[in-house]
């Protein structure tokens, strides 16, 4: 049962451009939305977060897109740095924590 | 201040083996959720503990087990490989009122081979 996916496995972005990641969720139930960035050899870590109860949330470079009525999320950074180059993974929350497939962020210098 | 360990790192087991899988919460959490993670795949939800109860399960068969101590140390169990059990098991610890509404603190994992 995949209720939160990640149709892009991958994804190239030139240094100082726009990265937009993207993920759809099939559960209107869930209620927190949030992002994590994965490094190899290290385990998942928390980027940003979004309520269900607000469509937009910003930190620094990072800001999640909620749109409630497509089921859908989105990462923007801006501007991508090498250093951002990692896996992406969307979660969604009621009970517990779902997590999509992941996309693989490339930021070439 | 510690994260989330984990142990053992690695480890290889054969077909019909048990295996036992250990975490260590963060500093003042009290939930502990675990997750596997196939090559190429997101981490998906085994099962969480909260109180030494098992409180939410996705979609494991009864062979995989689990136990939460006095301590809010963590044990996953899993009775009679299979080669598809081969994957990386993730702890997350968190507070039982974020569990699903804040961030997850993930260990890095333990990497389970079965041959």
């Known amino acids: 049962d995949q209720q939160v996916k990640q149709n892009s496995p991958s994804l190239s972005v030139q240094e100082g451009r726009i990265s937009i990641l993207n993920c759809d969720y099939t559960?209107?139930?869930?209620?927190?939305f949030l992002w994590y960035k994965k490094y190899p050899a290290e385990g998942p870590t928390f980027l940003i977060s979004?309520?269900?109860?607000?469509d937009k949330n910003e930190d620094g470079r990072f800001t999640v897109f909620l749109n409630k009525s497509a089921k859908h999320l989105s990462l923007h950074i801006v501007p991508s740095q090498p250093g951002d180059s990692a896996v992406y993974f969307c979660?969604?929350?009621?009970?517990?924590?779902?997590f999509g497939a992941g996309t693989r962020l490339t930021v070439k210098p | 201040d510690a994260g989330v360990t984990q142990s053992p790192t690695h480890l290889i087991k054969t077909r019909g083996q048990q295996v036992t899988l250990r975490c260590s919460p963060k500093?003042?959490?009290?939930?502990v959720s675990w997750y596997q993670q196939a090559l190429g795949q997101g981490p998906q939800f085994i099962f969480q503990?909260?109180?030494?109860?098992?409180?939410q399960r996705g979609n494991f068969p009864d062979r995989f087990s689990g136990h939460q101590f006095p301590n809010y140390s963590s044990e996953l169990n899993v009775n009679a490989l299979l080669l598809g059990d081969s994957a990386l098991y993730l702890c997350?610890?968190?507070?039982?009122?974020?569990?699903?509404?804040?961030?997850?603190?993930f260990g890095e994992g333990s990497r389970l081979t079965v041959l």
């Open positions: 997350a610890s968190s507070l039982w009122q974020g569990a699903h509404t804040g961030e997850l603190f």
């Open positions: 559960n209107s139930m869930f209620d927190y």
């Open positions: 979004i309520s269900s109860i607000k």
């Open positions: 979660a969604a929350g009621l009970n517990d924590m779902r």
């Open positions: 500093s003042g959490h009290d939930t």
């Open positions: 503990y909260y109180e030494e109860e098992e409180r």
